[in-house]
């Protein structure tokens, strides 16, 4: 019997076209005023997009806030732009905050497959549906970087875009570099690091182990565990094992710092590392995103696993109920 019953490979591959798709979908669609902050509101898989939105934006004038949870922050007022992202269109969470940015008379824009969300929010930009909401992350990114484009907020250069897919494209190198690690990473718990500037990719790495390959793994990020988790190795054993996400443009500090790390941490356990490929940020960031990919795929072929359905996940959603049913 197959293990990957919903063809998550195949989902994973085709990656750079759902990129591609997803950058055309916002086209003509802009938001009116200034915005003095932009809110990305979400749960899970379809709350990445806002952690890699404020990666991006980290030396723009316009703050980020990304938001888990069924309130938006007190600041939140008419010239708030909040992108409102929910995969299904029916997450609690989100619908709970999206009708509190709908108070505070915030820009509203939806980004969503379907559900209650798209029936309710007048701004929505519709994405394909059928997939899991974690797979879907260009079509849950790149269409807030489009509406931030044509409203001026951001400029995004065509050069940056084409690095990132001419990175990209090369699927078969990033199939089986990500094969491979997952051999090394076999039977062990994953802790990925990164810079604090890049944590988000390595928060994306960990849950994509988590729902892909159904087993544990964590993150933090440099130099942060440094002042603690570091105090932790006293007591690690061989059941772990170390990813570090080095990057060319983190500081230089940082880099001494796990240079320092690697050697503590071989000590006690494998480390491996990821280099970020590409000069422009949106590469680096895509590059070791769709790396990470296939390295939990291939940790849940590993430990036998079908990598598509999150059954606990659902049970829980179920056992909750639905907050917003009718009738």
């Known amino acids: 019997m197959p293990l990957?019953?919903?063809n998550m490979l195949g989902v994973i591959k085709n990656f750079p076209s759902q990129c591609k798709e997803?950058?055309?979908?916002?086209?003509?669609?802009s938001v009116p005023g200034e915005v003095r902050n932009i809110v990305v509101t979400g749960m899970g898989g379809s709350a990445v997009g806002g952690d890699l939105l404020k990666i991006y934006l980290r030396d723009s004038k316009i703050p980020v806030?990304?938001?888990?949870?069924?309130?938006?922050?007190?600041?939140v007022n008419e010239e708030s732009l909040v992108f409102v992202i929910s995969y299904s269109g029916n997450t609690e969470e989100t619908l709970s905050s999206y009708y509190d940015a709908h108070e505070k008379r915030a820009k509203i824009i939806g980004i969503t497959s379907g559900g209650k969300l798209a029936d309710e929010c007048d701004g929505v930009i519709k994405i394909p549906s059928g997939l899991q909401p974690r797979a879907a992350l260009g079509y849950l990114f790149f269409p807030m970087l489009g509406i931030l484009h044509n409203s001026n907020i951001v400029r995004v250069k065509n050069s940056e875009l084409n690095e990132m897919f001419d990175i990209l494209k090369n699927i078969g190198k990033f199939n089986e570099e990500g094969e491979a690690l997952s051999k090394k990473l076999r039977d062990k718990i994953?802790?990925?690091y990164a810079s604090e500037k890049l944590g988000a990719i390595a928060f994306r790495w960990k849950t994509q182990i988590n729902e892909n390959a159904k087993m544990p793994a964590f993150y933090n990020v440099f130099s942060e565990m440094n002042h603690n988790e570091i105090a932790g190795y006293q007591g690690m054993d061989g059941k772990f094992a170390a990813v570090l996400i080095r990057d060319k443009h983190d500081n230089d500090r940082v880099k001494r710092r796990m240079d320092i790390c690697r050697g503590i941490m071989e000590e006690r356990m494998n480390v491996e590392e990821v280099h970020t490929q590409g000069n422009s940020l949106l590469a680096r960031m895509f590059s070791t995103i769709y790396l990470g990919d296939f390295v939990s795929y291939y940790m849940a072929i590993w430990n036998r696993v079908d990598p598509s359905p999150v059954d606990i996940i659902e049970g829980m959603k179920k056992k909750l109920g639905n907050m917003f049913s009718t009738g």
């Open 4 to 6: 990957d019953n919903e």
């Open 22 to 29: 997803a950058l055309s979908l916002p086209e003509g669609s």
């Open 65 to 75: 806030y990304v938001n888990r949870g069924y309130k938006v922050p007190k600041f």
């Open 190 to 192: 994953p802790i990925i």
